[in-house]
C-alpha cells in the first residue's frame, strides 16, 4: 500500500471526532430545556423562573402600578404554580413573591402608608387586631429608607417557617412576621376586593391586557 493511502486514516480520525462531538453537542442542545427569556415590562425584565430557597417559583403575571398617568413601580407575581383569581393566588402552598421595581423616586414613608391603607381597604375587620403589630413593623422600615428612587428594588416573600421577608435594595429586612395572614394580607393590597391598581390586579393574575 502507497504512503498516501496509509495516512488517510490518521486524517480522518480527529475529523471523525470533531463530528462526534458535534453530535453529542446538538444532542445536548435538544435535550436541554430552554430558559425562557425575562418578561419586560416598562422597560424592567422580570425572570420567568425563579429559585426561592431551593423551591422552584415561576412568574404568574406582571405589571405596572399607576397613579392617574404617572408609571409608580412594576410588580410580578411568583408562585410554585399558576393562579388565575385571587382565592387561588392565596391558596397556593409554599413560597411566593412579590417583586417590585420603583419606575420614580418616591418616599419610602409614604409608600408604606399607601400599603397599609392597602391593607386596611381589602382585609376582613376581623383579623385587623393580628394584623397591626406586623403592620407597624412594615411602616417603620419603610420609614428608615427615607427614599426610594428610580431603579430601586425590593421584594416581600412568602418563605414557609420563617414568615414575610421583606428584602431592599437586596439587604434582607430583619424580624420576619411570621403569621401567613400576614402575607395574604400583603398580597391583597393588589389582588383583593379593592385593589391598588384594577389593570395591575389582572396581570398578576396573568390575564391579557
Do not use: H
Not at 41 to 55: F, H, I, P, S, W
Not at 170 to 190: M, S, T, Y
Request: with cysteine; net charge positive.
Amino acid at each position: 500500500m502507497s504512503a498516501r493511502s496509509t495516512a488517510l486514516p490518521l486524517v480522518s480520525r480527529p475529523l471523525a471526532r470533531l463530528c462526534l462531538l458535534a453530535g453529542l453537542a446538538a444532542a445536548l442542545a435538544v435535550a436541554a430545556p430552554a430558559r425562557a427569556a425575562p418578561v419586560e415590562v416598562a422597560g424592567v425584565k422580570l425572570e420567568d423562573n425563579l429559585e426561592l430557597r431551593g423551591t422552584p417559583l415561576q412568574l404568574n403575571g406582571a405589571g405596572v402600578r399607576y397613579k392617574a398617568i404617572l408609571k409608580v413601580y412594576t410588580a410580578g407575581l411568583y408562585m410554585g404554580r399558576k393562579a388565575a383569581t385571587t382565592e387561588e393566588a392565596l391558596a397556593v402552598p409554599g413560597p411566593k413573591r412579590v417583586a417590585i421595581t420603583m419606575l420614580r423616586d418616591i418616599d419610602a414613608n409614604e409608600l408604606g402608608k399607601l400599603f397599609i391603607k392597602g391593607v386596611e381597604d381589602n382585609s376582613p375587620k376581623s383579623e385587623m387586631g393580628q394584623l397591626i403589630p406586623g403592620l407597624l413593623r412594615m411602616g417603620q422600615m419603610f420609614a428608615d429608607q427615607k427614599q426610594l428612587k428610580a431603579g430601586d428594588t425590593f421584594t416581600i416573600d412568602w418563605l414557609p417557617g420563617t414568615g414575610t421577608l421583606i428584602t431592599v435594595r437586596g439587604v434582607p429586612q430583619p424580624d420576619p412576621v411570621k403569621e401567613p395572614a400576614f402575607f395574604n394580607a400583603l398580597l391583597r393590597i393588589w389582588l383583593g376586593p379593592s385593589p391598588a391598581d384594577w389593570k395591575l390586579k389582572d396581570a398578576l393574575l396573568g390575564k391579557p391586557s
